[in-house]
């Protein structure tokens, strides 16, 4: 029985050993970033890069854009790679965020089933075909997640009044993979990032019925944490970070990035942004 | 060698033994009679020094049993006999080598010299697991 | 119906090829329910073990309360540990959040309420005359324990691991401490529900797969062992 239990700790001992290893390389920069950053597989594609400098190691925590700016106001996070432009500016303004940079764009799209029932194909704008969605009562999933997208879907409605509410709207609160999934399901109409949807195109049977309007321009941004407001924010390891993904290094990653797969790069580069 | 003065002993259950005054000498062998219920194992109990009592004081080979003193070394030095005896699960010698072990001593020839005591090589193996346990 | 068959063929592929993905997700998720295990038993036992033998005040009340945490949803002991581990948390120095250890730490909270109250009843089991037996040949308080442990090793074998089998199959707690991030945190459960919603059902169905198997051999093992039991006594 003894030896059962010093066998026992001896294993845990040599797995802790073995876990601690690979749990704590040089150091962690957390970043906070967007699920479709995240979901795209462009941010992999640069951490793995950044990673073989081994000098840092990202943390990186796919969350929507409002709960990763929530992140910064908290000081958990040491940088945000968002898309919320008008959240991007308040949360600087209000001190909590230091170099934001635009650097990264690519559009939104509205998606549908093939059928179209409410007949947005063919409407000039966004706003005005989500208006359509609304009048004909079909079913429309948001993301409902405080995200940029969900920014976005928000401003496109507020361009012709209040938000109608309709049984048909439905509030999924995830991540755009997620959100992608249900909109399939239930043959809805859904906005989507271009590089999500491109993603997942291949597992889903919803096709664009909208898309090209300059208001469903979609753009990234970096944002270091403000170390003086959050001491315990890795400071040195979130500018290494920003400065890599501002790089030509990660440019030439970026830029490609989804070409050879789907066709088009799935993002694009516009530093400095106007 | 054994002085009890003042015993009190009470369970929750709401039973409660009281014993004034309780000698034994060296070499004598005494005998406590009573119908059930009175407390026989009670008293023993808190002879043995297995129990807590609430009250009292005992004196076990000059020493000093419930103030405090090495309650284990004065355990240690007295042997019990169940009504109901138990065995531990493993071989005969395993059983016969407990107390042995629980004072420290794991040497062979220790073990050795207690199986001796009960033959066991005659009457069947140290190994054996198919055991039973019979009084007399 | 087509795509799920669909689906497995593919997810019997990826398995079948070694796809290292998966196989280090697996790892991950052993290393992690295995240690967090470890430690659960290394107090658990001991403290149930005490619980269960001394007598003091209030000892009906606090067996209530262990056996109340086994009840624990682990989603909401994830949310405590996170809350705790955050950096503005109490515990923010430690910088665990997101971490293997953070996730160690969550499950080892909710596997300790199972392995102490299964304990505590395991030694509960135990005739109270047979403890004081072992006292009278000379044993002291905690070798007494012991050997009572070893009586109920089978028993306690059995706890144990369905401890390690709630853990290995546990998802809320490890994806809010942990956040699945790949190669750092991703579990085999935070992993299925990320394939899943992203529609990889070939990867996804895959990792189910290799979940369902861990479940199996923890499943066949107690059964074993039970079996065992029935024999050797």
């Known amino acids: 029985m003894k030896r059962a239990i010093y066998l026992l700790m001896a294993a845990s001992a040599a797995l802790a050993a073995g876990c601690a290893r690979t749990a704590e390389p040089a150091g962690m920069v957390r970043l906070a970033t967007t699920t479709s950053v995240r979901d795209t597989g462009l941010l992999d594609a640069l951490t793995e890069e950044f990673h073989g400098d081994g000098k840092y190691a990202v943390q990186a925590i796919a969350v929507g854009s409002g709960q990763a700016m929530q992140l910064g106001r908290t000081g958990e996070a040491d940088l945000l790679w968002v898309h919320s432009p008008d959240a991007e500016e308040k949360f600087v303004s209000e001190g909590y965020g230091t170099d934001r940079v635009t650097f990264l764009y690519n559009d939104f799209v509205l998606l549908g089933p093939a059928a179209d029932p409410a007949g947005v194909k063919g409407v000039k704008t966004a706003a005005g075909a989500l208006k359509r969605i609304a009048a004909a009562g079909a079913t429309f999933v948001s993301r409902a997640d405080n995200s940029g997208t969900h920014a976005k879907e928000l401003k496109l409605w507020a361009a012709s009044g209040p938000r109608p509410s309709w049984p048909g709207y439905l509030e999924a609160g995830q991540g755009q993979a997620g959100t992608l999934s249900i909109a399939d399901e239930k043959k809805a109409y859904v906005l989507s990032d271009r590089s999500t949807w491109l993603s997942m195109k291949g597992n889903l049977s919803l096709s664009v019925v909208h898309e090209g309007d300059p208001a469903l321009l979609n753009r990234y941004s970096l944002i270091l944490v403000n170390p003086e407001k959050f001491p315990r924010v890795n400071a040195a390891g979130a500018r290494a970070f920003y400065s890599f993904v501002l790089s030509e290094r990660s440019r030439a990653i970026t830029e490609k990035f989804g070409a050879d797969k789907y066709g088009e790069p799935l993002f694009h580069w516009d530093l400095p942004a106007k | ?136 | 119906m087509e795509f799920i068959i669909e689906g497995f063929r593919k997810a019997l592929g990826l398995i079948l090829s070694g796809n290292p993905e998966i196989f280090s997700i697996a790892r991950l998720s052993l290393t992690v329910s295995l240690l967090a295990t470890a430690v659960a038993v290394l107090i658990g036992v001991p403290l149930g073990s005490w619980i269960a033998v001394k007598k003091f005040p209030l000892k009906k009340l606090l067996i209530a309360l262990v056996n109340t945490g086994m009840g624990l949803p682990p989603v909401v002991a994830g949310l405590v540990v996170m809350l705790f581990l955050a950096r503005s948390g109490p515990l923010g120095i430690l910088n665990w959040l997101y971490t293997p250890k953070g996730m160690i730490l969550a499950q080892v909270i909710i596997a300790l309420p199972i392995i102490t109250a299964l304990t505590i009843s395991a030694m509960q089991g135990v005739d109270r005359r047979f403890y004081r037996q072992v006292l009278a040949l000379g044993a002291t308080e905690w070798q007494a324990i012991l050997v009572c442990l070893r009586e109920l090793r089978l028993t306690m074998l059995a706890a144990v691991i369905a401890g390690f089998g709630r853990l290995v199959a546990e998802v809320g707690a490890v994806m809010i401490v942990g956040g699945n991030i790949r190669h750092q945190t991703r579990m085999l459960t935070t992993a299925t529900v990320m394939e899943t919603q992203m529609g990889n059902f070939d990867m996804a169905i895959a990792i189910g797969l290799v979940l369902l198997a861990l479940g199996f051999a923890v499943n066949l093992a107690l059964t074993l062992i039970q079996q065992n039991r029935v024999v050797a006594r």
């Open chain 2, 1 to 136: 060698m054994i002085r009890l003065r003042g015993l009190k002993v009470s369970y929750d259950t709401g039973f409660s033994l009281a014993v004034d005054s309780l000698d034994v000498r060296r070499g004598e062998i005494f005998a406590v009679i009573g119908p059930n219920g009175a407390g026989k194992t009670t008293l023993l109990g808190a002879m043995a020094l297995l129990d807590e009592p609430a009250a009292g004081s005992l004196s076990l080979l000059g020493r000093d049993a419930f103030g405090g003193g090495d309650r284990l070394e004065l355990r240690r030095a007295m042997s019990v006999v169940f009504s109901q005896p138990y065995l531990t699960a493993g071989t005969v010698a395993e059983n016969v080598a407990l107390p042995l072990r629980l004072r420290g001593r794991r040497d062979p020839a220790a073990v050795e010299a207690a199986l001796a005591l009960f033959r066991v090589g005659q009457i069947g193996r140290a190994s054996c697991r198919e055991r039973v346990l019979v009084t007399v």
